[in-house]
C-alpha cells in the first residue's frame, strides 16, 4: 500500500484500500484475464490504480502504477509467481544496452520488477525480447547537485547504478524489485492526482538501463529535483511489458498462476 502515497493516493487503513479498490472496479477499464479480471482507473495525471477481480468476484488484490512514456529493452530471464498473490507476478530482466561510457565487457546489469497486470502478459517462452514501461516507487531518496558530488559522497559507486536490495527478499522469494538506483534527471515535475486532489513528484531519469519514471510523495523527497541533477534512491519496480515478437499463445493454466508458473520459471 505504501506505493499509492506516491501517486497521490493516501490510505491510512483497510477500510481505505478496500473502498478505493471499489472505486477502480466502478469507475477502471476492465481487462478480462480467463476466469479473473484487472480493472484499470488512469487518473490524468498518469497515476495508475489495477484493482483484481478473482473467479468469486472478490476483489483480491491491488497495484499501482503510473503511465510514462519512457521504456527500457530488456531480455526477460526469469518469473516468478506467488501461491498467495495468483494475479501477481515479478520477471528479472537483463538490459539490452550498456551505458556508452562503460567498458564494452561491461555484463549488462539484471533487475527485477513486479507487474500491475501479470496475467495480461501473452505466454511466451523464456528468454524473450521486450520493451519495459518501468516505473520507480521511491523510497530514501538523495538528490546531488552534480556528478562530482555524487563521487565525493559515494567514492566506490559507479554512477547510474542499479542493484537489488537483498535483505528484501522474503523467505519464499526469490526475485526482489527493491534496487538501489541513480541516474542523471533529465525532466521532473510536480504533478496534481485529480481524483485525490494531493500532488507528487515525477521524474525522468537517465540510467545504465536506459530512460526510467520515478514517482516520488512530496513527503519523500524535500524539494522538486531540477534538470541535470544526480538522484540516487532506493525503488520498487514496477514494469508494463510489450513483447517485441507477436505472440497469439495467451496464459493459460486454469487462469490461476502468473503464466511462467509451470515451467521451469516457476521459482518456489
Known sequence: MRNLAHIGFEILDLEDFQALAAMVCAKGKSHRAGRNQYYCFTDPSGAELWAQVDENDDISGMNAHFHGNASVEVTLVRAQAYDDRPLDGTFEARSSRVDAGRAKDTVPPTFAFELPDA??????????????????????????????????????????????????????????????????????????????????????????????????????????????????????????????????????????????????????
Open 119 to 268: 496475467h495480461l502478459v501473452p505466454s511466451v517462452v523464456l528468454p524473450a525480447l521486450a520493451h519495459v514501461q518501468l516505473v520507480g516507487f521511491a523510497r530514501e531518496v538523495h538528490c546531488y547537485e552534480n556528478v562530482e558530488d555524487f563521487r565525493k559522497a559515494n567514492p566506490h559507486t559507479p554512477l547510474q547504478n542499479i542493484q537489488a536490495i537483498e535483505v528484501d527478499l522474503a523467505s519464499d522469494a526469490v526475485l526482489s524489485s527493491l534496487v538501489r538506483m541513480d541516474g542523471i534527471v533529465l525532466n521532473a515535475k510536480k504533478l496534481q492526482n485529480e481524483f485525490s486532489g494531493r500532488a507528487f513528484f515525477h521524474l525522468e531519469l537517465k540510467t545504465v538501463v536506459g530512460l526510467v519514471d520515478v514517482v516520488a510523495s512530496t513527503r519523500s523527497i524535500p524539494q522538486l529535483p531540477q534538470a541535470g541533477q544526480v538522484f540516487d534512491g532506493t525503488v520498487r519496480l514496477s514494469g508494463r511489458v510489450k513483447l517485441d515478437h507477436s505472440v497469439t499463445q495467451k496464459p493459460g493454466l486454469m487462469e490461476r498462476f502468473f503464466w511462467g508458473a509451470h515451467a521451469n520459471q516457476r521459482l518456489s
